[in-house]
Nanobody, 124 residues
C-alpha cells in the first residue's frame, strides 16, 4: 500500500506561482506518478505525469509552458511547480501513483493510489 500526502496548495492572484508537493511512502515498485485536478461537479483532468525510472514527462496542453512536474527519488517526493497561474487553474489538486504500468497517461483512473488532495485557488 502506498500512502500519498499532498501539500503546498493555497490562494494566489492570477499570474502568481505555487509549488505543490506529494510525499510518498517508500515504495521501490512505483513506476509512474501524476498530478490531476478536479473542480467539484466537473470531470477530473490529468495535469502532468512522470516516470520514476527515466523521469520522462508528459503534460496536458492547457499547462504546457506553465507547469513543471519533477520527482526527487531520494526523498520519494513529487512536485508540481505552477507558474503564471490563471483563475481557470482553481481546483483540488491530487497526486497519484501506480506500480503496474510504465505507460505515461493522463487518465487518473489508471493509477492505483491517490492522495487526499490540496486546494489551489487563483483569483483574478
Amino acid at each position: 500500500q502506498v500512502q500519498l500526502v499532498e501539500s503546498g496548495g493555497g490562494s494566489v492572484q492570477a499570474g502568481g506561482s505555487l509549488r505543490l508537493s506529494c510525499a510518498a511512502s517508500k515504495d521501490t515498485h512505483i513506476r509512474r506518478m501524476m498530478w490531476f485536478r478536479q473542480v467539484e461537479g466537473k470531470v477530473r483532468e490529468g495535469v502532468a505525469t512522470i516516470s520514476t525510472s527515466a523521469h520522462t514527462t508528459d503534460y496536458a496542453d492547457f499547462v504546457k509552458g506553465r507547469f513543471t512536474i519533477s520527482l526527487d527519488s531520494a526523498n520519494n517526493t513529487l512536485y508540481l511547480q505552477m507558474n503564471n497561474l490563471e483563475p481557470e487553474d482553481t481546483a483540488m489538486y491530487y497526486c497519484a501513483a501506480d506500480d503496474r504500468s510504465w505507460l505515461l497517461t493522463l487518465f487518473p483512473s489508471s493509477y492505483r493510489y491517490w492522495g487526499q488532495g490540496t486546494q489551489v485557488t487563483v483569483s483574478s
